[in-house]
């Protein structure tokens, strides 16, 4: 339909969202289920001496309580995999349930299974553990350290894994010939993602058939099928089926596959019934894979005009104590190769080094690698504009990559194919109106008083891990393109199965949209069929702000191969070849005689009744396609924020933030905008509020929302954004993606704002998130 | 041990003999398959749990069933009053304001208590009104949005 794209049509998903009838998994009930809960260690590191189930089974209702032992008993694999593998990777084993050793708060030890969820509770509370506890290292630098504690024995020094990429030589050329160098000693805070649903799973094995559904919090149930059955629970792939069921958000979170829903899976066979376990929220913040957590010394050299000659980092990033599903690939293919940013930097070099800590795993979370590359990049770009005496606007002028030099290669491995950065910061300066704000920031200054600064973040982003023969190379165990199976029906409505996995971003309304576009149809004609992997082909899933550049490609691609089909029944029906016809607005046509042309609904009845119909054709109008990117996409934007500063009591307050984004076309507006909201909240609250702290011993001392500061509705204030749009050039929508930008913007634009205002004290840097506090010490020292 | 309670959910009354302890969350979820109320924590403080209890927005993750009994519980499934969503639902879905959808029930019941007591408020009050739940998918923004939505649609 004509129009369709680029509107905001009302999202389909939400009327079962707003009348409560949405499903999650935690909704679902079935005959004969019972309830897990799970054991946990509360020690950062300690050796297992023993474990007393007795007073737990001797409660009544109490199914049963397993600890390691029944997971080697069952004859399993019993572990959680890494998926992505770098060269000399550390790869220790992760069992489901600790064995002998435990190496962080939260660490699985037993389960119990019982008729009711509080009696499982009760009854885990009388599992007597018997534990010996170790010195733990939970601080990233800490554990690289002469005589740390050591997380695993294979991995000396807590050392899972060295990397670089760029050149080291020509980057230590730049800084001996540069005119102005700027460097920088800076943490990026450890987050917990905090999805408002926790983690939960039901799983329902048989025994008379040997199969097992799993209905979980999943944002890619093929991905979690493919590890629970190969590496945990030793199942056939094929008679696990997995379903999303309503997901109630993930960034990130939802990817990687955890001990805990194996450990559910394992009870349901044992018992041969199902059993559910919904994880409380200190549990989930034990156990989801956090975020971040680096620590880094990074250095710009420029020229005396103000050019980058060279860029230089060097990262200790935190994986916990064992490695998470995609833990690996965060801090260096997808953080190492984004040091370009938006400018052009003849010489990087960026070095790596992956450090187990007695933590909670770390893996990706919203951004993953791309928020802590920019905020390197422009808090470099920010101290820039000050040694050079440019300021931060036109320090990043002068060096962002100019429109005629796309495609362009980066010294850090990617290679850009589209950019136009110049009007995105030209939009959010006139948005944010900033010669006005620069005389009120003077008169503040020469005033006293509270002071106000301006931050910019110009950021690029790479979507869509991309193509799969390139990311195997560097490690990942997985493909990365993505799955469409559309079906037109013999009455020309058409459903789709995505292997893109919705939660909470609205896919079936997008999804919806594009193939409405494509083929002429309303969109309410179009079904959209996600999450389940019965229904649906293999499919990588929803992550990486991959699921309309990949996901929606696979869609337009499985649409064209319809109308391609369509066009050969249309022309043996109309009496033409198949060359001369067109397709347009639901119809097929002749080219040049109007009058000579069938709609979408005949062309698909006929290709059901396949009556009269071409030989060399098969019957039905359907088409699969696996799309595989060429190449990743590169969304970009610059961001401003503005905040007043207390300098007496060290409060921040948001005043403005203004966005400009470029994610390619837009398919859905409303929804895009609603991504960056959510981004930018995301951001903000990691640099002004979240924080995962872990005391010496290795306890998560902000582990409840009593002490770890989600954004709430009154902190936060209304985002002012725009786009410039320039259409991805390799995928058939020219789509970029959207889904993490906001919070890979934002961190960086509030700090240099926060900074920009405390300039006047001699202050260059505060570590996130800056708390009242911080700001009170950094301006009173 | 069980005690008896006798209340009104969605205007039709209930019978029930719970556990003393038996949180008010569970007993609507899992005892009367209302399961609009979420639970996102156990600190009473994401708010994705939020009922009206006689008309007040309570937290029903930090109510004992027990505690309910002679009161008047409205939950998500029963803002929707003959087929017709409410104001403030139509207002959610109007402004893009849910994305996951987990803390929106709880979000819309906070917000009816909100316009309850303040039919117009300005954007500053909502966002001081609906502070007691948290939302990690829409930013708050067209939260905001929605609400004032509805406000207009009520006046
Ligand atoms: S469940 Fe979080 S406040 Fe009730
Ligand atoms: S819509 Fe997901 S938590 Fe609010």
Redesign the interface.
């Known amino acids: 339909m004509a129009g369709v794209l680029g509107t905001?049509i009302?999202?389909r998903?939400?009327?079962?969202?707003?009348?409560?009838?949405?499903?999650?998994t935690?909704?679902l009930?079935v005959e004969g289920m019972a309830h897990a809960a799970i054991v946990r260690s509360p020690y950062a590191h300690a050796r297992i001496r023993g474990i007393d189930a007795s007073a737990a089974e001797a409660l009544p209702g109490v199914l049963a309580v397993l600890t390691a032992r029944d997971v080697a008993a069952a004859g399993i694999p019993g572990v959680v995999p890494v998926g992505w593998l770098l060269p000399d990777l550390k790869t220790p084993a992760h069992p489901m349930i600790a064995a002998d050793t435990v190496r962080h708060v939260g660490d699985a030890v037993a389960v119990v299974v019982a008729e009711d969820?509080?009696l499982a509770r009760d009854a885990a509370d009388r599992v007597a553990v018997d534990y010996e506890p170790l010195d733990a290292v939970a601080d990233v630098v800490a554990a690289l350290e002469d005589g740390a504690p050591a997380v695993h024995e294979e991995a000396p020094g807590n050392v899972a894994f060295d990397w670089e990429i760029g050149e080291r030589e020509s980057v230590d050329a730049a800084f001996a010939s540069a005119a102005h160098t700027v460097e920088l000693d800076l943490r990026n805070n450890r987050l917990i993602p905090?999805?408002?649903?926790?983690r939960a799973v039901l799983a329902s094995y048989d025994s008379s058939t040997g199969e097992m559904t799993i209905h979980m919090t999943s944002q890619n149930p093929h991905v979690h099928r493919l590890l629970m059955t190969l590496a945990s629970l030793g199942m056939p792939e094929h008679k696990v089926r997995i379903v999303a069921p309503?997901?109630?958000?993930g960034?990130g979170s939802k990817i990687h596959h955890y001990a805990d829903e194996a450990i559910v899976g394992l009870c349901s066979m044992k018992l041969d019934r199902p059993v559910k376990w919904?994880a409380?929220?200190?549990e989930t913040n034990l156990t989801d894979a956090h975020g971040r957590d680096h620590s880094t010394h990074c250095a710009l050299a420029l020229d005396a005009d103000g050019r980058i000659t060279g860029l230089r980092v060097d990262t200790a990033a935190a994986m916990g104590a064992y490695l998470s599903t995609f833990a690996p690939a965060v801090p260096t293919y997808l953080y190492g190769t984004l040091m370009s940013g938006q400018y052009d930097i003849p010489a990087i070099h960026c070095h790596v080094t992956g450090v187990f800590t007695h933590t909670t795993p770390v893996d990706a979370y919203r951004g993953a690698g791309r928020p802590e590359a920019t905020y390197v990049v422009e808090r470099l770009m920010h101290l820039a504009g000050d040694a050079t005496g440019l300021g931060p606007v036109e320090v990043r002028r002068r060096n962002f990559v100019p429109p005629d030099a796309f495609p362009y290669q980066t010294q850090v491995a990617l290679a850009y194919d589209s950019g136009n950065y110049g009007p995105a910061m030209d939009r959010a300066l006139e948005m944010i109106g900033y010669d006005d704000l620069k005389s009120e920031q003077a008169s503040r200054r020469d005033n006293g008083g509270k002071q106000i600064g301006i931050g910019f973040s110009s950021y690029i982003e790479a979507c869509g891990l991309a193509p799969s023969a390139v990311v195997g190379s560097l490690g990942a165990q997985a493909g990365q393109w993505e799955s469409a199976d559309v079906r037109v029906h013999p009455t020309a409505s058409v459903t789709v199965y995505t292997g893109s996995s919705s939660?909470?971003?609205?896919h079936e309304t997008t999804f919806s949209q594009i193939v409405a576009d494509r083929l002429g149809i309303d969109p309410e004609a179009v079904e959209v069929i996600h999450g389940d992997t019965d229904l649906v082909q293999f499919g990588m899933g929803t992550y990486g702000s991959r699921s309309a550049a990949v996901g929606g490609s696979a869609i337009a691609r499985s649409v064209d191969k319809i109308i391609e089909k369509g066009k050969k029944i249309a022309a043996h029906l109309l009496e033409a070849s198949a060359e001369d016809l067109e397709y347009e607005d639901g119809s097929f046509r002749v080219a040049g005689s109007p009058d000579r042309s069938l709609a979408l609904g005949d062309v698909a009845l006929q290709a059901y009744l396949a009556h009269n119909y071409p030989d060399d054709l098969e019957p039905g109008l359907s088409a699969t396609s696996f799309y595989d990117p060429a190449n990743f996409t590169y969304p970009f934007g610059t961001h401003v924020c503005v905040v007043e500063v207390d300098t007496e009591t060290g409060s921040i307050e948001l005043l403005r933030y203004a966005a400009v984004d470029d994610v390619g076309n837009v398919i859905n507006p409303?929804?895009v905008?609603?991504q960056?909201?959510?981004?930018?909240?995301?951001g903000i609250g990691q640099a002004l509020w979240e924080n995962a702290v872990y005391d010496e011993s290795g306890q998560l001392v902000s582990g409840?929302?009593?002490d770890y500061a989600?954004?709430?509705?009154?902190n936060?204030i209304?985002?002012e954004l725009d786009r410039t749009t320039t259409p991805c050039p390799h995928n058939p929508l020219g789509v970029k993606g959207v889904g993490e930008a906001?919070a890979i913007a934002s961190p960086a634009a509030v700090v240099n704002a926060v900074v920009d205002a405390l300039a006047p004290f001699g202050i260059s840097h505060i570590d996130m998130p800056l708390t009242p506090e911080k700001v009170w010490r950094a301006v009173n020292s | 041990m069980t005690v008896s309670i006798q209340l009104e959910v969605n205007g039709k009354p209930v019978q029930a003999a719970v556990e003393p302890r038996r949180l008010l969350v569970h007993f609507l979820r899992e005892d009367l398959g209302l399961t609009g109320a979420n639970i996102g924590c156990e600190t009473s403080l994401c708010g994705a749990c939020t009922v009206l209890l006689d008309g007040d927005a309570v937290k029903s993750c930090t109510m004992l069933a027990a505690q309910a009994d002679g009161a008047s519980v409205t939950t998500i499934e029963g803002l929707a009053q003959n087929g017709e969503l409410h104001p403030l639902q139509e207002g959610f879905w109007e402004k893009h304001g849910l994305q996951c959808g987990y803390c929106t029930p709880g979000m819309i019941l906070s917000a009816n208590y909100l316009l309850a007591q303040n039919p117009s408020p300005n954007d500053e009050e909502i966002r001081e009104g609906l502070k007691g739940n948290i939302c990690r998918c829409t930013g708050y923004h067209n939260i905001v949005e929605a609400v004032k939505y509805a406000a207009e649609r009520m006046s």
Do not use: N, W
């Open positions: 905001s009302k999202r998903e939400d009327p079962a969202l707003i009348t409560g009838r949405g499903k999650y935690d909704d009930k969820r509080y905090h999805a408002i649903e926790p309503e997901v109630g958000g960034f919904t409380t929220r200190t939660h909470g971003q609205g409303m929804i905008d609603g960056l909201h959510g981004g930018l909240a995301q409840s929302l009593m989600v954004p709430k509705i009154h936060l209304p985002f906001g």
